[in-house]
């Protein structure tokens, strides 16, 4: 966490040195949609048997999205370039029932279940820039982002008693190709409208073992593995002043 500290305030500083090379500086509050599909591969294993139970599924959730920005743009001859910190606030928070219940040595019932939630993210975006009017100008470029996730992960028996369960909770690093457009209304206020496709890296969820349960034999050894693959479609209008 201090590396990314450290890096933000780096970008920050260098932020104020362009602002004296004909940069201008600005600030920018958005909100909009998140749509996040999420894969699972998740896999069962018996007594250290990994093909015991295999499933694979992708699931969507819809959330709201808030976004903080701070950047510098420069026009040159035909075109434009925007570079910005961010910071962004997502409620996306979801629990998935993974698979069907999964029989265990003719004694138990097991479904499993993961929680998960990305509520914040950070990064750094490069824009390039397409004036096509006096008023409209097209942009297109890409965000390097960090994102928070927290992963639980439960399989709940027939009896109703957690019998494996784990937690993991990182920043997960991503990328995220970036389009859009903006109409300026005066030399301070611009309207913003951009899309991205978030891409993360896999999150490997691994080798939880039950906890005691009186239903289960006590020398038999019970992993849960999970693969999360994040995406996310991300759709956001922002308000942008011009300093």
């Known amino acids: 966490m201090a590396k990314k500290t450290l890096l933000l305030l780096i970008i920050c500083s ?10 201008r500086f600005y600030g920018s509050l958005g909100a909009g949609f998140h749509v996040r599909q999420d894969t699972f591969q998740s ?3 018996l007594d250290g048997v990994d093909d015991t139970k295999k499933d694979k599924k992708t699931f969507k959730r819809i959330g709201f999205v808030s976004e903080y920005a701070l950047g510098t743009q420069k026009n040159f001859n ?4 925007a570079t910005e910190v961010f910071f962004n606030y997502n409620n996306s ?14 004694v138990l019932n097991q479904t499993p279940i993961i929680k998960t939630n ?8 490069g824009l390039v820039q397409l ?23 439960q399989t709940l028996s027939s009896t109703g008693d957690d019998t494996l369960s784990g937690h993991k909770k990182e920043y997960t690093p991503g990328i995220a190709p970036t389009i859009g ?11 913003r409208g951009t899309y991205a496709y978030q891409i993360h890296r896999n999150i490997k969820i691994r080798n939880f073992v039950q906890s005691s349960s009186p239903d289960i034999n006590a020398a038999e ?20 002043i011009y300093i």
């Open 14 to 23: 260098s932020f104020m040195t362009v602002a004296n090379a004909n940069w």
């Open 43 to 45: 896999l069962f294993s």
């Open 78 to 81: 035909a075109w434009g370039l």
């Open 93 to 106: 928070e979801r629990s998935h029932e993974l698979s069907e219940a999964i029989f265990i040595a003719g």
């Open 118 to 125: 990305q509520k914040k993210s950070f990064g750094i975006r």
């Open 131 to 153: 004036p096509v009017s006096t008023c409209w100008t097209l942009m297109a470029g890409a965000d390097l982002l960090w994102t928070h996730f927290n992963i639980d992960l």
């Open 181 to 191: 457009a903006e109409f300026k209304m005066n030399e301070t206020l611009s309207i």
């Open 221 to 240: 050894t019970y992993i849960y593995k999970a693969t999360l693959k994040p995406r996310a479609h991300v759709l956001k209008l922002n308000l942008v």
